[in-house]
């Protein structure tokens, strides 16, 4: 059973537009959340991070969500640019243990 | 700093072959984990350790040893080694555990014929 889902595989946008990437969760017991972007070949890279405590956390042009009477956490991404594409992971903590989401490919375009 | 550094890049094993998969970090991190990714999958943990001599099972354990007697290095051990466990694997490590931000190596790609 997927304890964290990112219903959407992939996204397509054009740049300097926003780009909205959606993570559902079902584990009450997560208590922190974050969010990894990855690049073919290479090894996920962290982006942001939110407590469970906290409803919004903001770094630059990317701002992560948390409703947590939804279970549901959101990455946006104001203004996209084409290095932004890629692949992003939501990832929710418990006691010590990351549980990873399947993902969605974000292509920025031109 | 090197951070997190994995060896191999490729590895092809028959099955039944073990093998080791090394990671070392020098940023003195206290936490380090396994994972594998395998297509269309997220990232699933296999063992992680919070510190020298202590190490614990992850969601997708068998089939996988490890220990951790320093703080730098943190080995995967494929006992004997299957078609299923064809996958990319990554090593991570961070100051305290999920609630951190976790530095990935550049992964393993194994494949087991």
């Known amino acids: 059973d997927q304890q964290v889902k990112q219903n959407s595989p992939s996204l397509s946008v054009q740049e300097g537009r926003i780009s909205i990437l959606n993570c559902d969760y079902t584990?009450?017991?997560?208590?922190?959340f974050l969010w990894y972007k990855k690049y073919p070949a290479e090894g996920p890279t962290f982006l942001i991070s939110?407590?469970?405590?906290?409803d919004k956390n903001e770094d630059g042009r990317f701002t992560v969500f948390l409703n947590k009477s939804a279970k549901h956490l959101s990455l946006h991404i104001v203004p996209s640019q084409p290095g932004d594409s890629a692949v992003y992971f939501c990832?929710?903590?418990?006691?010590?243990?990351?549980?990873f989401g399947k993902g969605t490919l974000l292509t920025v375009n031109p | 700093n090197a951070g997190v550094t994995q060896t191999p890049k490729f590895q092809v094993l028959k099955t039944g072959q073990s093998m080791t998969l090394q990671c070392a970090q020098d940023?003195?991190?206290?936490?380090m984990s396994w994972y594998r990714q395998d297509p269309g999958m997220g990232l699933r943990l296999i063992h992680y350790?919070?510190?020298?001599?202590?190490?614990d099972q992850g969601e997708v354990p068998n089939g996988y040893n490890v220990s951790r007697s320093t703080t730098e290095d943190f080995p995967l051990r494929l006992l004997s080694a299957a078609p299923s466990q064809t996958s990319v694997y990554f090593c991570?490590?961070?100051?305290?555990?999920?609630?951190?931000?976790?530095?990935f190596g550049p992964g393993t790609r194994l494949t087991v014929l």
């Open positions: 991570a490590s961070s100051l305290a555990g999920g609630v951190n931000e976790q530095f």
């Open positions: 584990n009450s017991m997560f208590d922190y």
């Open positions: 939110i407590s469970s405590i906290k």
């Open positions: 990832a929710a903590n418990s006691n010590y243990k990351l549980t």
């Open positions: 940023m003195n991190h206290e936490y």
């Open positions: 350790s919070v510190g020298a001599g202590i190490t």
